[in-house]
């Protein structure tokens, strides 16, 4: 993928922003969730108020065929509300923590929402008919007398203008004691795990009234707590397959198939660190604030406060990649650590079709496929070739190269090349809100001299930053939320 490192193939450029300009923004403005569904047709993002907002793709126009349609909005719900907890006199914020897309099994669309305590399923579905011929009703609802009922009516639908219904159709709660910080979706499509500080919980989603505990680290006493669980995930295509990741930096991956409550793990993963490197914030910019699963389910990414990091699930003892997202913020821990901005929690994603290794399955299987060939009907090794070249050249090949994105402070966002391990910095400002604006690579200097076109590591600011992003599952196009605006880049073909 070129462009995540500015190649000659694409750049990316400006497509939408979403949101008000003002600059006294209002907390329950603040975006706190972004999540395309599997199709990339919808995307939802959540904010602190409580608020789903779902956009929808919409067609290309035929008078600008290099625009690929914009995200407008779809509809608009109050998910969560703020509640209050009587037996610990606790408030209950209404914010939005995650949202996850369940697969589309017909055409109403369902996704999960989930605030500190309470998660709710939600049907979102269109409707352009309504019933009228009631027997028992007036056409303005008004029950009729039954005793003014001569005759019976067949009720009969008539057309109507669109409308795109929100309704919650199951209540998850009074299942967690800690906050909810990370909820997903099984690839069975029947259960979902819930994680908060100590404990998972697997729902069935059908089932509300309770959820089997498969994850306990709560100790007996609770001055031996060491560590907090930080984030889970089901595996893509093993729904027997979890992990859950810590605030000591590690990983666990557990399988349900060994027991049911799965306190020992089944891989371990772990970097050793560095006595050489060890201070007083070692501990806390090790914490785990987001953990994926590669779409193959061969990998999985994490990410930390400087780096993030990509382990082969058939490697414990280190990842395979590391990437410095912001290291020049090393030198500046003592001053984020007293303004808590080292307690941010950064997500991460992978690109929409990330397959490096279904590229090299393919050529594998070619060669096969060639050495079959070529004993049974003497295929000369110039068609073999001609063969290689259409897969290499198909339009699809830039699909199989792998990339992550992560964000980072001063609005900017990072891109990582796993296969030519370059990178760019890229910024979410309305001043590059321009129709089809290439987004300039942007570069943080950390010396004395600074170029022209780089930014010095003490103008950051702090107050604006990308936390959470998202990519379209079959696109190059990109959501990222900077505050209360939710910016859409897509990738400019030359």
């Excluded at 369940?102 to 055409?107: G, I, R, V």
């Excluded at 349900?256 to 806390?284: G, N, Q, V």
Aim: glycine residues 4%; charged residues 25%.
């Amino acid at each position: 993928m070129a462009g995540v490192a500015g190649g000659n193939d694409f750049q990316w450029c400006f497509s939408q922003v979403k949101g008000a300009i003002d600059e006294d923004v209002a907390e329950a403005d603040i975006i706190s969730t972004v999540e395309f569904n599997h199709s990339g047709e919808l995307l939802a993002t959540g904010d602190k108020g409580g608020r789903v907002v779902i956009f929808q793709h919409e067609q290309e126009c035929k008078n600008r065929p290099h625009l690929r349609g914009e995200y407008n909005v779809y509809s608009t719900f109050q998910s969560h509300e703020p509640e209050f907890d009587y037996l610990k006199s606790l408030e209950i914020e209404e914010k939005i923590n995650k949202i996850r897309w369940l697969p589309q099994q017909n055409s109403a669309h369902f996704l999960l929402s989930t605030n500190d305590k309470t998660i709710k399923l939600w049907k979102i579905g269109e409707r352009d008919k309504r019933a009228e011929g009631y027997n028992l009703k007036d056409e303005d609802g008004r029950l009729r007398d039954p005793f003014r009922i001569t005759s019976l009516r067949v009720p009969v639908l008539m057309p109507m203008d669109l409308m795109v219904e929100a309704s919650p159709r199951r209540v998850f709660a009074n299942a967690h004691t800690y906050h909810i910080n990370s909820i997903s979706v099984n690839s069975d499509h029947q259960t979902y795990l819930s994680a908060d500080d100590l404990r998972i919980n697997l729902w069935h989603l059908e089932i509300t009234d309770r959820s089997f505990n498969i994850v306990d680290i709560k100790p007996a006493n609770m001055e031996e707590l060491t560590e907090v669980i930080t984030a889970a995930e089901c595996h893509p295509n093993q729904c027997n397959v979890f992990v859950y990741s810590s605030s000591k930096g590690t990983i666990r991956l557990c399988d349900m198939r060994t027991a049911a409550l799965c306190d020992r793990h089944t891989k371990f993963f772990e970097e050793p660190e560095d006595p050489s490197s060890r201070s007083f914030f070692s501990e806390i910019i090790s914490s785990i604030s987001d953990v994926k699963f590669s779409h193959s389910g061969r990998y999985m990414m994490t990410r930390d406060y400087l780096s993030v990091k990509v382990w082969d699930l058939n490697m414990e003892n280190r990842p395979v990649e590391t990437y410095q997202v912001h290291e020049y913020l090393r030198s500046k821990l003592c001053s984020l650590y007293e303004n808590d901005c080292i307690f941010d929690k950064f997500e991460c994603c992978w690109n929409g079709s990330d397959r490096q290794e279904t590229l090299a399955l393919s050529l594998f299987k070619a060669i096969c496929t060639y050495n079959v060939v070529l004993w049974t009907t003497f295929l000369p090794i110039c068609k073999f070739k001609e063969y290689l070249w259409r897969i290499i050249n198909d339009p699809l090949f830039p699909s199989f190269l792998s990339a992550i994105m992560t964000g980072s402070y001063n609005n900017f966002f990072r891109m990582f090349d796993r296969n030519t391990r370059k990178d760019i910095t890229l910024e979410a400002s309305r001043e590059s809100s321009k129709p089809r604006a290439t987004l300039k690579p942007r570069k943080v200097s950390t010396g004395g001299k600074r170029k022209k076109d780089e930014i010095s590591v003490d103008s950051l600011d702090f107050n604006k930053k990308i936390l959470h992003t998202a990519w379209h599952p079959k696109e190059n196009v990109i959501a990222v939320a900077a505050t209360n605006n939710l910016y859409i880049f897509q990738d400019k073909i030359n």
